[in-house]
């Protein structure tokens, strides 16, 4: 699951290719829990954080919060900040750079990939929720100019394996300029998070691929 042009990734989808931490099956223990990858995208997307603070924002208890947050650390997917670390619980941020779940390195464990396969539909969930509270509380909490300037689409075409390929890579180096002109800079008065999502992928039951198949010579 990439959020790079690996089929599979998860994370910052325009992160620093410098800085990657591959998902081997060790590691991906460390994300097989759900609450997990619900504290993780919470790191992700509103920033640093205490456990209390996220037991707070996902129902949860902060025991249960700190615990999972001294696994994911573990496993090397987070860290300690320790620049707002002054009272007396510690602030966690989400380890820069790229996560890869890459099911090219997981193939031949098949639990492995499994594992995978379910960590990164919980990451879909998580975003889909995302998208339902935009489209059911942007309007009313939000207002018109939000809505206006966000964009939600969907595109179904035809391609093969290289121009999938290509048009991946073309559209994950649009995201990637764009984003770096952005990043590293004040945040501006009025600004809000934004949440980039962007997937291709072949439909697995596809009637007419079979009718594509036998017209090849």
Known sequence: MSDDHTPATSGDPIADDRSVLHANPERLKGLGHP????????????????????GERLGESSGATSYHLR??????????????????????????GQIDISPTELQEDPAALEAAALIVGQFGEVRAHHLEDFLRRGLPELGLPWVEASSVMNA??????????????AITEVLRQTAEGLRDRERPAGARTIVVQFNAFPLVDDPRADETERKTP
């Open 71 to 96: 696994q994911l650390e573990r496993h090397g997917f987070i860290e300690e900040d320790t620049e707002r670390g002054q009272g007396k619980e510690r602030w966690w941020r989400r380890r820069p």
């Open 35 to 54: 609450l997990r990858v619900a504290i993780l995208d919470q790191l992700m997307t509103n920033g640093p954080a205490t456990a209390s603070i996220l």
């Open 156 to 169: 179904i075409v035809a391609m093969t394996v290289d121009e999938l390929r290509e048009f991946s890579e």
